[in-house]
Nanobody, 121 residues
Framework: VQLQASGGGSVQPGGSLRLSCVASGFRISSYWMYWVRQAPGKAQRWVSSINTGNTTTYYADSVKGRFTISRDNAKNTLYLQMNSLKPEDTALYYC???????????????WGQGTLVTISS
């Protein structure tokens, strides 16, 4: 079982990035999917969640209106479109999966390895 996150990089404030998270060894169609981030020297913070049917999404207030979570169950892939990026979005971004819904951060079943996003001018 593996979650492989990618798409991170270094962009200027106001820029955009699209993160992807490809699952192997299990089908994400049965799992709630999550994005979590960890800024340097800080604790992990929940970013966004999406239900199995791609019909319900949740966002942290800090990213609401700028980030969009989505999934393609056929491709076994989770996405995070990040627009209007700010320096405070700089973090290691993790994808995660769990059969249960957690309101924000939780002890998810599976975690990806993280992809680094750096926002700097």
């Amino acid at each position: 079982v593996q979650l492989q996150a990618s798409g991170g990089g270094s962009v200027q404030p106001g820029g955009s990035l699209r993160l992807s998270c490809v699952a192997s060894g299990f089908r994400i169609s049965s799992y709630w999917m999550y994005w979590v981030r960890q800024a340097p020297g800080k604790a992990q913070r929940w970013v966004s969640s999406i239900n199995t049917g791609n019909t319900t999404t949740y966002y942290a207030d800090s990213v609401k209106g700028r980030f969009t979570i989505s999934r393609d169950n056929a491709k076994n892939t989770l996405y995070l479109q990040m627009n209007s990026l700010k320096p405070e979005d700089t973090a290691l971004y993790y994808c995660a999966a769990d059969r249960q819904f957690y309101d924000a951060w939780g002890p998810y079943d599976y975690w990806g390895q993280g992809t680094l996003v750096t926002i700097s001018s």
